[in-house]
């Protein structure tokens, strides 16, 4: 993807993201803490993933980061300057060089628009920063799509083309950091590798950082630098993701990667722990425990 146009916002590997001892707590009784004392750091150009278990908090993180969950405890740094103290309604608007890609597309797209003017909101956002803007038929070519489809509604496209569609709307805005929440597992097991292995593609050719959050180990594998692994709203473990993998340290790591299926399967692990496992995982030591 040479392209003149894109340049390489931070060659250095600055800290984008940097989240100390973050707490999510839901109201209720009795009250949910859905993350414990997370710490996260993703650098310009850096693929982080975080995996577990569904309801082991990763959704929760990837809210708390971007501002749309208030974090009871700890502090989130975005580009150098604290933000944890800007409130949940402020924070998004403030903060257009976070932007976000959801599990289901239609929900991030307004099925009532053209998608170009859809993706002109990105490029807006962009500008309005300061950063240099595109074209929306520009970003549907760099996302895989034909640049003449600008004019048409988001209910002509499959699922695959509409998470393409909101890819390109979030990374028009030029973020320096992409929170994508299992951006992947609502499409077609034929297009998730394809799908994500654009997203790492794209995000770097940004420089920005990417969040990314998925339950397919076997893409993780494939696109992300780092991995976190998270287990009942901690980080248990986490390293270079090739390091986790030859080598995980942790019971519930092995268990995880060991439900991987094989390449015939759907490449999706189809089940939480079995009852063995998880009295194994009542052993692991949050990091920095
Ligand atoms: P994951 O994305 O890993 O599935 P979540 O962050 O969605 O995990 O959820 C973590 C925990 O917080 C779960 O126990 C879930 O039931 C709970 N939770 C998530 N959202 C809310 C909410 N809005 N209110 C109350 N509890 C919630
Ligand atoms: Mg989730």
């Known amino acids: 993807m040479a392209d ?3 340049p390489v916002l931070r060659p250095d590997r600055t ?3 940097d989240a100390r001892g973050i707490t999510v707590r839901y109201p209720g009784s009795p009250p949910v803490v859905a ?6 750091s993703i650098a310009a150009g850096e693929t982080v993933a975080l995996v577990g278990e ?3 908090g990763k959704s929760s993180v990837a809210r708390a980061v971007v501002g749309i969950e208030r974090i009871a405890e700890g502090d989130v740094a975005f580009d150098g300057a604290p933000v ?5 309604r402020r924070r998004p608007r403030r903060l257009t060089g976070i932007q976000m890609v959801f599990q289901d597309p239609s929900t991030s797209l307004n099925p ?7 993706i002109e909101d990105g490029i807006r956002a962009a500008r309005a920063r300061g950063a240099e803007g595109s074209r929306p038929e520009e970003w549907l070519e760099r996302v895989g799509l034909s640049p003449d489809m600008v004019r048409r509604m988001p209910h002509s496209f499959s699922g695959g083309q509409k998470q393409r569609i909101a890819i390109a709307r979030a990374l028009a805005a030029r973020p320096h950091l992409l929170v994508a929440d299992e951006p992947i597992s609502a499409l077609d097991a034929s297009t998730q590798t394809a799908v994500a292995e654009l997203m790492r593609e794209l995000v770097q050719d940004l420089g920005a950082g990417m969040l990314f959050i998925s339950h397919d180990l076997a893409v993780v594998r494939r696109i992300a630098d780092r991995t976190l692994v998270m287990y009942g709203g901690r980080v248990v473990e986490e390293g270079p993701t090739e390091q986790l993998w030859a080598a995980p340290r942790q019971p519930y790591t092995k268990a995880l990667l060991a439900a991987i299926p094989e390449p015939d399967g759907e490449g999706r692990v189809p089940h939480g722990p079995t009852p063995e496992e998880r009295a194994m995982w009542t052993e692991v030591t949050p990091v920095g425990a």
């Not at 993350?35 to 996260?40: A, G, N």
């Not at 944890?84 to 949940?88: D, I, K, N, P």
Request: zero cysteines; hydrophobic letters at 35%.
């Open 4 to 6: 003149d146009a894109m």
């Open 15 to 17: 800290t984008v993201l």
């Open 35 to 40: 993350v414990r004392d997370v710490s996260l």
């Open 54 to 56: 569904s309801g082991s």
């Open 84 to 88: 944890s103290h800007l409130g949940v």
């Open 112 to 118: 009532r628009r053209r998608i170009g003017d859809q």
